[in-house]
């Protein structure tokens, strides 16, 4: 075969087509496939390892050395153990009830500040934005803050699990990019028909925004599901500990949790014969249950949601 015959069948590039628009050859498919499958085994995997330990023996991971990546010697009782542990059901409550109102919370008063910020005619809405723009770059530190929280009372109560983290400015000023976006002509025809503010940003704005509410919603809800550190702060209690203070307590720092029967050796009272790494996976488990529920329904505003909000922002 000539090299004239070669170039005539490959396809040439159009030259008014940009590079990132023409269709990949048969080499880049194949190199995108196999980063694809890599990613999504540098994910799956420990996510795999994790659940089957939760489900594992003592004698499976004692054979495994450590986590158990083959099954074998498949059991129940770590979750037995944590369903019949207060400590832990009381901590999974408090995370769920801390997660649901602080994620209502917060998205309450992220969209009325966005919304008043996007409104060109609002009071002192410049002003206002600069001084939230700087505290994402200046805080008064730990100090000052744990300070402020027990002056207010908060020491040793829940609310201090939402409330000093109640607001992101980042999250504000994606929706008020969002917000500013909304068509005029909607906002004018709304306003010609009699409707208020409340009324516009109920009927028109949010409706309009539904990709970027979702996405701040998910972040937020796990952001207050993840969350430990304000109940290191303000929780001295153990018995008001949310779940992911749990994990960070006996689970990271290898300490044996009240209410297991854990006598030390890896076995528990009832001669049960269980892990304690197995316990420690099952615990890890049981967080990743929630985000990996809903975020499925919230997957397909990400793209629009992100992207849009960077392009209109």
Not at 155 to 179: C, D, E, H, K
Not at 235 to 250: A, F, G, R, S, V
């Amino acid at each position: 075969m000539t090299a004239t015959t070669t170039q005539a069948a490959r396809p040439r590039r159009r030259p008014d087509t940009p590079v990132w628009e023409e269709p990949p050859t048969p080499a880049g498919s194949a190199a995108k496939g196999v980063v694809l499958v890599a990613v999504v085994a540098v994910i799956l995997v420990p996510l795999y390892t994790i659940v089957l330990t939760s489900f594992s023996t003592q004698a499976a991971i004692n054979e495994a050395g450590g986590l158990v990546t083959v099954p074998r010697g498949l059991t129940l009782e770590a979750y037995r153990q944590i369903f019949t542990n207060q400590l832990i059901t009381h901590s999974l409550l408090v995370s769920l009830v801390v997660t649901a109102v602080g994620t209502a919370v917060s998205m309450v008063v992220t969209v009325l500040c966005a919304y008043g910020l996007s409104r060109s005619g609002s009071f002192a809405h410049r002003t206002l934005l600069m001084f939230l723009v700087v505290t994402m770059f200046f805080s008064g530190g730990l100090i000052p803050s744990f300070l402020v929280v027990a002056a207010l009372g908060g020491y040793g109560q829940y609310w201090t699990l939402i409330l000093p983290g109640a607001v992101s400015v980042f999250n504000i000023l994606v929706m008020r990019g969002f917000f500013s976006s909304t068509a005029p002509e909607l906002i004018d025809a709304a306003r010609m028909d009699g409707a208020g503010e409340w009324r516009i940003l109920w009927s028109v704005v949010l409706p309009t925004s539904r990709a970027v509410t979702a996405v701040i919603t998910l972040f937020y809800a796990v952001g207050y599901w993840n969350s430990f550190f304000n109940a290191l702060l303000y929780l001295p209690d153990n018995q008001q500990w949310p779940l992911q203070m749990i994990i960070y307590t006996y689970t990271l720092q290898g300490g044996n949790m009240p209410g297991t029967g854990t006598t030390g050796t890896g076995q528990y009272a009832g001669h049960q014969e269980i892990a304690h790494l197995s316990l420690q996976m099952a615990v890890v488990t049981l967080t990743l249950i929630p985000i990996l529920i809903v975020y499925p329904f919230v997957q397909r505003h990400f793209t629009k949601g992100m992207l849009i909000g960077a392009i209109k922002g």
